[in-house]
Structure formats: structure tokens, C-alpha cells
């Protein structure tokens, strides 16, 4: 059973969905960076105690990878019905919670290799992505998610959410094909699911990332790095250079958020930037 409160005022508050406006091609996605007042926004709120109906099935693209695996044990833990596609298919997961999840092996690049995981999925999380050249950048983070996203409307998938990433200045510049797939893909997101498709951007994700059987504690960096950082924000206005100072979140904060917003009908569409996915989970976890 999950606890998370709800505002009682339509706006959002702690986090607000950056306004989305189509070009006349119908293709481009604005990201101002709004900044919300919370004290005038939030005015009264209470805490609920919300249990996602049972008939939610929700599909983690890339359920075994390290974001994806932190989803689905979320997931589970929410009482949902979990399944995951990935090319390897199974997890080498040891954890006992994997074994309540429906693996399947498929090929986002290969979009009929997913119908049958959406078979009666209600909710899509897509977790895929990667690196390598600039084209494969473009067809991992982009065309393949860009599939999916095609896929699951035709099958009447309720909710979409994506992991995307933060803008990181110079760094997109370098990573150029990993950014126009995100964006590209974020754009497909609000075409094919204008009122049910959230984007979450973090920036560096610290959590514990399995590697074959080795267990790599990234949060041993990332987690003071995130402390301190967060109290530096005003070095992320620096041009170019500010935003290698946006702070770091935790996997587990990002899986909370990224569940909430598969199943949740009150969560707002758009995109959640790295303050958003931080003081939505601390507000869930009060
Ligand atoms: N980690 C971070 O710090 C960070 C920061 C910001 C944003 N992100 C974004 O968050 C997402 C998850 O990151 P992560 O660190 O969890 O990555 P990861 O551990 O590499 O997981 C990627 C997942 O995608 C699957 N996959 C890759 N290509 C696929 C394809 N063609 N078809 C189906 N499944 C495919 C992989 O499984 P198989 O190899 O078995 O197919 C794996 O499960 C990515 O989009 C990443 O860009 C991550």
C-alpha cells in the first residue's frame, strides 16, 4: 500500500511539468525551466493512503537493468502485477522478488517482438537506453523507445513513462546522439500520449548497481555528492558549466516517482526535472 499526499489544488506543487508546446510541425517539445512557488501553490493538503487498483499490469522495458530492476522490486512492493522485456530476457537478479516477475525477451528495434508483453499491460516504464557512437546512441535512447511508444498506444497502454536524462551543457554537445534520441523520444511521448505520458529527467542516478554478480555501491560517491550539491543549485546557472552541478538522485527516489506516475490518474503529464523527482519522493516518504 503505497502513502502519498495529495494536493488538493489542481496546479501541481512540489514539482510542476514544464510546459509543452508543439512547433507547427507538431514535433518539438518546449522545456522552459518553470519554477514553481510552492508556498503560493500549496495550500492545503491531507495524506491519503492509496492502493493502485489491482487490476494494474505494468511492463518495465528494460525491467533488468540497474534503473529497471529498482522499478519492478517498487512495483512489486506497491502490488502491482510486474513484467519486464529485455533483449537477455531473465535477470541474473539473486534478489527472491525477482522471481515474481513475468520475464520476456524482445527487441525494442524490433517492435513485433513486444506485442505479446503488452498483451493487457495497463502501464509501460521504459528504462532503455545507452551509449556508444552517436548513431546508436540515437537508435537506443530514441528509435527504439520511439517503437515502444508507437506499440503500446496501438495496444491501448493507459500510462507511458520515460526515463530520459537532465540536460548536462557541454555534455549534450559530446553525447550528441544520446540527447536527440531522449528528446526525440520525449516528443514521440507527448504525440502519442498527450495526457498520460510522463518524462522524468535525473541527472547522475547513485543507487547500488549490479555488475554480473558484483554489487557496485555508486551511492558511496552519489550520495554526498547529492547532499552537498543540492545546496549549491545556484552553481547550475553557470553558463555551459552549471549544469555538471546538478545534483544526483538516489534509484530509489527515481522508481517511486516512476511507479507513482504508471499508475497514479492524478499525476500530471510532462516532464519532472531532478527538484521534481527529489521533493516528490521526500514528500512520499514524510
Ligand atoms: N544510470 C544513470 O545514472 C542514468 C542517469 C540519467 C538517465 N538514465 C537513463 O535511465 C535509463 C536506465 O538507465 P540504466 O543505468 O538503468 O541503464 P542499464 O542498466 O544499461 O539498463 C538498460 C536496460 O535496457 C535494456 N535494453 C537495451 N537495449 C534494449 C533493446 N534494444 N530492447 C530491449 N531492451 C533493451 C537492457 O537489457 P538488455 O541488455 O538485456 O537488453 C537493460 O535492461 C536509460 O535510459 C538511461 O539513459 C540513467
Same mark, same amino acid.
Given at each position: 500500500?503505497?502513502?502519498m499526499p495529495r494536493l488538493l489544488h489542481s496546479q501541481s506543487s512540489f514539482y510542476k511539468p514544464h510546459r509543452l508546446a508543439?512547433?507547427?510541425?507538431?514535433?518539438?517539445l518546449s522545456t522552459g525551466q518553470e519554477r514553481v512557488d510552492k508556498s503560493s501553490k500549496i495550500e492545503?493538503a491531507?495524506?491519503?493512503?492509496?492502493?493502485?487498483?489491482?487490476?494494474?499490469?505494468?511492463?518495465? *522495458?528494460? /525491467?533488468?537493468?540497474? @534503473?529497471? #530492476?529498482?522499478?519492478?522490486?517498487?512495483?512489486? +512492493?506497491?502490488?502491482?502485477?510486474?513484467?519486464?522485456?529485455?533483449?537477455?530476457?531473465?535477470?541474473?537478479?539473486?534478489?527472491?522478488?525477482?522471481?515474481?516477475?513475468?520475464?520476456?525477451?524482445?527487441?525494442?528495434?524490433?517492435?513485433?517482438?513486444?506485442?505479446?508483453? *503488452?498483451? /493487457?499491460?495497463?502501464? @509501460?516504464? #521504459?528504462?532503455?537506453?545507452?551509449?556508444?557512437? +552517436?548513431?546508436?546512441?540515437?537508435?537506443?535512447?530514441?528509435?527504439?523507445?520511439?517503437?515502444?511508444?508507437?506499440?503500446?498506444?496501438?495496444?491501448?497502454?493507459?500510462?507511458?513513462v520515460?526515463?530520459s536524462?537532465a540536460d548536462?551543457?557541454?555534455?549534450?554537445?559530446? *553525447?550528441? /546522439?544520446?540527447?536527440?534520441?531522449?528528446?526525440?523520444?520525449e516528443?514521440?511521448l507527448m +504525440?502519442?500520449?498527450p495526457y498520460k505520458g510522463v518524462v522524468l529527467r535525473p541527472?547522475?542516478?547513485?543507487?547500488?548497481?549490479?555488475?554480473?554478480?558484483?554489487?557496485?555501491?555508486?551511492?558511496?560517491?552519489?550520495?554526498?555528492?547529492?547532499?552537498?550539491?543540492?545546496? *549549491?543549485k545556484?552553481?547550475t546557472?553557470?553558463?555551459?558549466?552549471?549544469?555538471?552541478?546538478i545534483?544526483?538522485v538516489?534509484?530509489?527516489?527515481?522508481?517511486?516517482v516512476a511507479?507513482n506516475a504508471?499508475?497514479d490518474?492524478a499525476f500530471p503529464p510532462g516532464v519532472v526535472d531532478v527538484d521534481g523527482i527529489l521533493q516528490y519522493s521526500r514528500q512520499k516518504?514524510?
Amino acid at each position: 500500500m503505497a502513502i502519498m499526499p495529495r494536493l488538493l489544488h489542481s496546479q501541481s506543487s512540489f514539482y510542476k511539468p514544464h510546459r509543452l508546446a508543439t512547433s507547427m510541425s507538431g514535433r518539438s517539445l518546449s522545456t522552459g525551466q518553470e519554477r514553481v512557488d510552492k508556498s503560493s501553490k500549496i495550500e492545503e493538503a491531507e495524506t491519503v493512503k492509496v492502493t493502485p487498483p489491482l487490476t494494474d499490469k505494468l511492463l518495465v *522495458l528494460g /525491467g533488468n537493468g540497474f @534503473v529497471g #530492476s529498482h522499478i519492478c522490486k517498487e512495483a512489486l +512492493n506497491c502490488g502491482l502485477t510486474v513484467s519486464s522485456l529485455s533483449r537477455s530476457g531473465r535477470s541474473t537478479i539473486p534478489d527472491s522478488w525477482a522471481n515474481d516477475v513475468v520475464w520476456h525477451q524482445g527487441d525494442l528495434l524490433s517492435p513485433d517482438s513486444l506485442r505479446d508483453a *503488452l498483451n /493487457g499491460v495497463t502501464s @509501460v516504464i #521504459s528504462c532503455v537506453g545507452g551509449f556508444g557512437s +552517436n548513431s546508436h546512441m540515437y537508435r537506443i535512447n530514441g528509435i527504439a523507445n520511439m517503437n515502444a511508444i508507437g506499440a503500446a498506444a496501438e495496444q491501448g497502454v493507459k500510462r507511458f513513462v520515460y526515463i530520459s536524462a537532465a540536460d548536462f551543457g557541454l555534455v549534450n554537445y559530446l *553525447l550528441k /546522439g544520446y540527447y536527440e534520441g531522449k528528446r526525440a523520444t520525449e516528443t514521440e511521448l507527448m +504525440n502519442k500520449f498527450p495526457y498520460k505520458g510522463v518524462v522524468l529527467r535525473p541527472g547522475f542516478i547513485q543507487g547500488t548497481r549490479l555488475v554480473g554478480s558484483i554489487k557496485i555501491p555508486l551511492s558511496v560517491i552519489g550520495a554526498p555528492l547529492e547532499m552537498v550539491l543540492q545546496y *549549491l543549485k545556484p552553481l547550475t546557472r553557470i553558463p555551459l558549466i552549471g549544469p555538471l552541478f546538478i545534483s544526483p538522485v538516489n534509484v530509489t527516489a527515481v522508481a517511486k516517482v516512476a511507479v507513482n506516475a504508471a499508475t497514479d490518474p492524478a499525476f500530471p503529464p510532462g516532464v519532472v526535472d531532478v527538484d521534481g523527482i527529489l521533493q516528490y519522493s521526500r514528500q512520499k516518504a514524510a
